[in-house]
Structures are given as structure tokens and as C-alpha cells.
């Protein structure tokens, strides 16, 4: 097993910038893709961006594409989330995640690890 824990969130005005880190501890992380979800309040849970175990394959959401960077530092045993020109529509507690196929998954369903969230909140 191996467990997550987000971290990184805060306030930051629209066209800011932040990064969010997601540790992981336990089995190899190496072992695992990794994925970033979002929720806004009343809304379902959305897929973000994705990335393999190897990096070579990333995924993102349209909304995000051009905003937002996934990346990963198997020696670190962490995952990030650089997410530029923010929007208030990104508002939203981010989730990191992770499950030990090989495929970059966009479903939750997918994914068996979860962190405890991260809240984000952009301001007009």
C-alpha cells in the first residue's frame, strides 16, 4: 500500500500561480500512476491531469491544458501539480491519487490511494 499526502493549496489571486506536492510513503512509488483530482463545493469530482509511473505519459483535462504541469520525482517519492494562470474556476480541494496499473486513468473509480486534499481558492 502506499499512502498520500497533499500539500501546497492556498489563496492566490486570478492569473497567480501555485504548486502542489503529493508525498508518498509506503510501497515503492515508482510502482504507481498518479493522478490529480478536484472538487468544487456541489460539484462531482473531476480528473485534473495524470501522469505513468515513467512520466511518459500525461494527461490533462481541456481546461487546464497550457495552465497546468504534472510531474513526478520517483527519488522523492513525490508528485506535483504546477498550476499557473489560475482561475476562479479552479477553485476547488485538489486531491492527489494513485493506483498500480499502467494506464493514466481519468475515472476516480480508478484509483485506490487518495490523499486527505488540499483546498485551492482563487480570487476575482
Known amino acids: 500500500q502506499v499512502q498520500l499526502v497533499d500539500s501546497g493549496g492556498g489563496l492566490v489571486q486570478a492569473g497567480g500561480s501555485l504548486r502542489l506536492s503529493c508525498a508518498a510513503s509506503g510501497r515503492t512509488f515508482s510502482a504507481y500512476t498518479m493522478g490529480w483530482f478536484r472538487q468544487a463545493p456541489g460539484k462531482e469530482r473531476e480528473f485534473v491531469a495524470g501522469?505513468?509511473?515513467?512520466?511518459?505519459?500525461?494527461y490533462y483535462r481541456d481546461a487546464v491544458k497550457g495552465r497546468f504541469t504534472i510531474s513526478r520525482d520517483n527519488a522523492k517519492n513525490t508528485a506535483y501539480l504546477q498550476m499557473n494562470s489560475l482561475k476562479p474556476e479552479d477553485t476547488a480541494v485538489y486531491y492527489c491519487?494513485?493506483?498500480?496499473?499502467?494506464?493514466?486513468?481519468?475515472?476516480?473509480?480508478?484509483?485506490?490511494?487518495w490523499g486527505q486534499g488540499t483546498q485551492v481558492t482563487v480570487s476575482p
Open positions: 501522469i505513468s509511473w515513467s512520466g511518459g505519459d500525461i
Open positions: 491519487a494513485a493506483h498500480e496499473g499502467l494506464r493514466v486513468g481519468v475515472l476516480s473509480t480508478w484509483y485506490n490511494y
